[in-house]
């Protein structure tokens, strides 16, 4: 029996003939510097086993939990991190903790201005030279950039946002699960569970459906993933190769 492994698609296709590079950003916060904010559970195991995943295919991942996550420290990686890809390339921001109208909520985060808002995630995203750019949020709140959130309406250009629950929901964390609802089912998606075609490639819309069946259902119909931006339905996310 013929074993499959897992490649991003960047990592596959050629540029000239240099191999397309990914860069990740993977950021985890349960615990957060202000004493009023809700602790988390899963949030720092989630951006791990993100991290862990996209490192099958890529050495260029980052990972930022805890207290080292603070709204300084999550822009200078982000633009370390996306300013070394070129034409050609794919770069990834992984987020999971809370999250507001507006925005994602660092570790450092006391007041609404302190937060780290869709447009300055977005601004660092646009300026990269890479050419797929997505964003994987696993935070309440998140789909409220549909909306414009608090922040006003922020362009997203070429990223692809793909947010774990609408403006208005929470999102679920389960004790038994070691995972936060969104980003279980965004890994299993990932790890070949959304390839409806069985084609060995994995769209957004292949994705979106698959995770969003799936989060529906295991939250009791409590959170819906919202999937936001400029992209073609039929663009790969990830495909499979055999050795």
Known sequence: MRSLWLVLLMMLLPVGKVLAETYVVCVGIANYADPKV????????????????????????????????TKSQIIQCLKSQFGRAKRGDRIIFYFS???????FCPYDMRRPEDGLTYEEVLRIMRASDATDKFIFADACNSGAIRNGGSGGNPETGNVMMFLSSRGNEMSVEKAFQANGCFTRHLLRGLGGAADSDADRKITAAELYRYVSMMVRKDSGDRQHPVMWGKFPEDLVIVRYATR
């Open 97 to 103: 903790g809370h999250g507001y109208p507006g925005g």
């Open 38 to 69: 809700r602790n988390l559970v899963k949030s720092e195991q989630d951006a791990k086993s993100m991290a862990e995943f996209y490192k099958k295919g890529t050495p260029n991942v980052i990972t930022v939990t805890g207290r080292y996550a």
